[in-house]
């Protein structure tokens, strides 16, 4: 399999991880929250290992873009001509999609006014925040692409990485044991989708003797292993006083980083069937649409869930009713594709 075959196949492959992710952490006590209801108690411990982990499809996501994009030079003139303005139709599509979809039992309230409204503040569907933060992201790509280029490889990446994670992870635990937050020192300033966009780059473009090790790779996933347990157990004990656990978001951009240059490193090395390969590109290919229909696909495969749970355990239920929408979204979207116009969107 050629080196260019290869990065296209595990991209690919990462994207339908992170679509399964996305899709999984909105199944609400069905799935992700599951713990909450089960008494199971290896579902329950289960459910908070994955509940715990699960958010890292966003910031692979982002490393994915970073990895296609951030290699290249780009015009401002371009971006906001071919990217920004493209990503805003979609957007704009996908928010009076969700009006309409939202108005289906009261008709009435459906108005330009609504779609306005929804369109301006993002409340139609939660999972459309994402479009936003990868347009902001596009707003400043021609001078990612710059940027990139002129930063030394490891330490800025390891520096990146650790002072991330020091924000997101490791000041929200001090938080919760000491009852201390200084709300001045965020993180905003960084910007998640500039910070994945990077570390995406980095980690294809710039760190090939640091990821293509197996060596490393295996410290990086034992790394991965222990955070997870530290992270388990702090949403564990959030149990107390949250509903729901309260850090499902500790570490994800290690997890997403494993993820990544594994997958990588498998596919490096693995040699793959064309028919195979060819699948991977396919069902990679619907991912983008999957996830703009992906509230409506839940919506009307959640009976394949309720028929499905009685008879076996939560989980594979869930992972039956996800199935059922990852495969009708990729068959809709490439379907989509051969139509002029909406093609050239999705």
């Known amino acids: ?33 599951h713990y909450l209801e089960t008494e199971n108690p290896v579902n329950y411990w289960f459910g908070i290992c994955a509940a715990s982990a699960a958010q890292l499809c966003i910031p692979l996501f982002f490393m994915i873009s970073g990895a296609l994009l951030l290699r290249r030079e780009e015009s401002l003139r371009y971006v906001l001509r071919h990217r920004v303005l493209r990503m805003v139709i979609v957007l704009a599509l996908a928010v009076l999609l969700q009006t309409v979809w939202n108005c289906k039992q009261n008709p009435e309230a459906l108005s330009i006014k609504t779609y306005l409204c929804n369109l301006y503040t993002g409340t139609a569907s939660v999972p459309h925040w994402f479009l936003y933060a990868y ?64 570390m995406g780059y980095f980690a294809e473009n710039r760190s090939e003797e640091m990821f293509y090790d197996k060596k490393n790779i295996v410290i990086l996933s034992g790394a991965s292993l222990i955070l997870l347990a530290v992270s388990v157990h702090i949403n564990y004990l959030s149990l107390r006083e949250a509903d729901y656990i309260a850090y499902g978001g500790l570490f994800v951009s290690v997890y997403a980083l494993t993820v990544f ?9 693995l040699k793959m069937p064309a028919a195979l390969e060819s699948f991977f590109c396919f069902v990679g290919s619907g991912v983008f649409g999957t996830y703009l229909i992906e509230t409506q696909l839940r919506e009307i495969f959640y009976p394949v869930f309720q028929a499905a749970a009685p008879r076996i355990h939560a989980y594979p239920a869930v992972l039956l009713w996800l199935g059922a929408c990852v495969i009708t979204g990729v068959l809709l979207s490439n379907l989509f594709k051969k139509i002029p116009l909406v093609g050239r969107l999705i």
């Open 1 to 33: 399999m050629s080196g260019q075959r290869t990065k296209i196949v595990y991209l690919e492959i990462l994207r339908i991880i992170a679509i399964f992710l996305v899709l999984f952490n909105h199944t609400e006590t069905a799935g992700i929250h």
């Open 135 to 198: 347009i902001l992201m596009l707003l400043v790509l021609p001078l990612l692409q710059r940027l990139a280029r002129v930063i030394p490889r490891k330490t800025w990446f390891l520096y990146l990485l650790v002072l991330w994670e020091t924000a997101n992870s490791v000041l929200p635990i001090v938080e919760y044991y000491t009852g201390l937050a200084n709300p001045q020192f965020t993180p905003s300033v960084l910007g998640k989708c500039v910070v994945w966009g990077l």
């Open 261 to 269: 240059v594994a997958v990588r490193y498998v596919c490096s090395r």
